[in-house]
């Protein structure tokens, strides 16, 4: 593990560079109808932890990838999220005026704008990510990169749990129990975790039995991160979240917090964190920001 001081400086470095990369991503102006290109550009730089990059080249450092072809599929993962966020935040499901501190897409664009501008971004992500084929790298790893970022987002993953999400509530005709709540959790939040990870062992050539692993941890690293999600939607404030709190209560979303306690909750995401640290720790390499990364997510406070 890293001590927190030089976390905290390796943390913001590699922010630095993630955002460095983004940005070379981004749409260009031109020829992209102005509104669009605005709404686009003030979801992608409005900031966020840019976790799911910073995973995904971990893991791609942890098998000793150590090439440029990353990059558009770290900018692609980056857009898949924030898309996702534009639309969480839509009227149509929770409704959100406040999204990484400043006010959501939809609120400073209009819903139309926010509905077009996630859509245009997630389509825009594959773009991206295309680009990695003019680098000149394995076409069957680069094909196997692309089906896992599909699937991990659509129906078999964030897609699907999403769908399932907005039926549960305790308003809906579907009873939640713990059960489906983790299927909400893993599909919705933890596809998001797998994917970049598990491209970043693909692209370094990790092997098959590997990546299945690097996709067990990324689950259990996603169930952890939202139900942790859950318990700060309950005990923190809008200042230091940047979103705002009690909109699972608002919503009427029943939540492992609600389900098993706080303290329970608590102990669940420190359980399924040191499973992940441990299961990491079989695999060959050793990158101990990773490990330290996975600790700070379990217990983050935004
Ligand atoms: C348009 C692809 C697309 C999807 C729409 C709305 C939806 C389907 C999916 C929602 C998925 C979702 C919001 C899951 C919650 C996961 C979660 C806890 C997100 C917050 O992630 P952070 O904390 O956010 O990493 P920042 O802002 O730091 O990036």
């Given at each position: 593990?890293?001590?927190?001081?030089?976390?905290?400086?390796?943390?913001?470095?590699?922010?630095?560079?993630?955002?460095?990369?983004?940005?070379?991503?981004?749409?260009?102006?031109?020829?992209?109808?102005?509104?669009?290109?605005?709404?686009?550009?003030?979801?992608?730089?409005?900031?966020?932890?840019?976790?799911?990059?910073?995973?995904?080249?971990?893991?791609?450092?942890?098998?000793?990838?150590?090439?440029?072809?990353?990059?558009?599929?770290?900018?692609?993962?980056?857009?898949?999220?924030?898309?996702?966020?534009?639309?969480?935040?839509?009227?149509?499901?929770?409704?959100?005026?406040?999204?990484?501190?400043?006010?959501?897409?939809?609120?400073?664009?209009?819903?139309?704008?926010?509905?077009?501008?996630?859509?245009?971004?997630?389509?825009?992500?594959?773009?991206?990510?295309?680009?990695?084929?003019?680098?000149?790298?394995?076409?069957?790893?680069?094909?196997?990169?692309?089906?896992v970022l599909a699937a991990k987002t659509g129906i078999y993953g964030m897609l699907g749990g999403q769908s399932v999400d907005v039926e549960n509530d305790k308003k809906g005709n579907l009873s939640p129990d713990l059960g489906m709540l983790e299927y909400i959790h893993k599909?919705?939040?933890?596809?998001?975790?797998?994917?970049?990870?598990?491209?970043?062992?693909?692209?370094?050539?990790?092997?098959?039995?590997?990546?299945?692993?690097?996709?067990?941890?990324?689950?259990?690293?996603?169930?952890?991160?939202?139900?942790?999600?859950?318990?700060?939607?309950?005990?923190?404030?809008?200042?230091?979240?940047?979103?705002?709190?009690?909109?699972?209560?608002?919503?009427?979303?029943?939540?492992?917090?609600?389900?098993?306690?706080?303290?329970?909750?608590?102990?669940?995401?420190?359980?399924?964190?040191?499973?992940?640290?441990?299961?990491?720790?079989?695999?060959?390499?050793?990158?101990?920001?990773?490990?330290?990364?996975?600790?700070?997510?379990?217990?983050?406070?935004?």
């Open positions: 593990m890293v001590n927190s001081e030089n976390f905290d400086k390796m943390m913001a470095e590699k922010v630095e560079y993630v955002q460095n990369v983004i940005k070379s991503f981004l749409p260009k102006k031109e020829n992209c109808p102005e509104t669009l290109y605005d709404a686009l550009v003030y979801s992608m730089e409005a900031g966020g932890k840019r976790l799911r990059p910073i995973l995904m080249l971990e893991t791609y450092r942890l098998f000793g990838g150590n090439k440029a072809v990353i990059e558009p599929f770290m900018a692609a993962i980056e857009m898949i999220h924030t898309s996702s966020l534009i639309h969480d935040d839509l009227p149509a499901i929770d409704n959100d005026e406040l999204r990484r501190g400043r006010k959501t897409t939809h609120a400073v664009y209009g819903e139309a704008m926010g509905i077009l501008s996630g859509d245009a971004l997630l389509n825009y992500a594959y773009e991206t990510a295309l680009e990695a084929f003019r680098y000149n790298f394995d076409r069957d790893s680069l094909f196997m990169a692309m089906k599909h919705k939040t933890s596809a998001l975790i797998e994917a970049p990870m598990m491209i970043g062992a693909i692209l370094a050539g990790a092997q098959k039995g590997e990546i299945s692993c690097v996709e067990e941890i990324g689950g259990k690293i996603g169930l952890a991160f939202q139900i942790r999600d859950d318990i700060l939607d309950v005990i923190s404030t809008d200042d230091v979240l940047g979103k705002p709190v009690r909109s699972d209560a608002k919503n009427e979303k029943v939540t492992y917090a609600d389900l098993l306690g706080l303290e329970a909750a608590k102990k669940k995401v420190n359980d399924i964190t040191a499973e992940a640290i441990r299961l990491l720790q079989t695999l060959p390499g050793e990158n101990q920001f990773l490990e330290s990364l996975v600790e700070n997510m379990a217990n983050r406070n935004k």
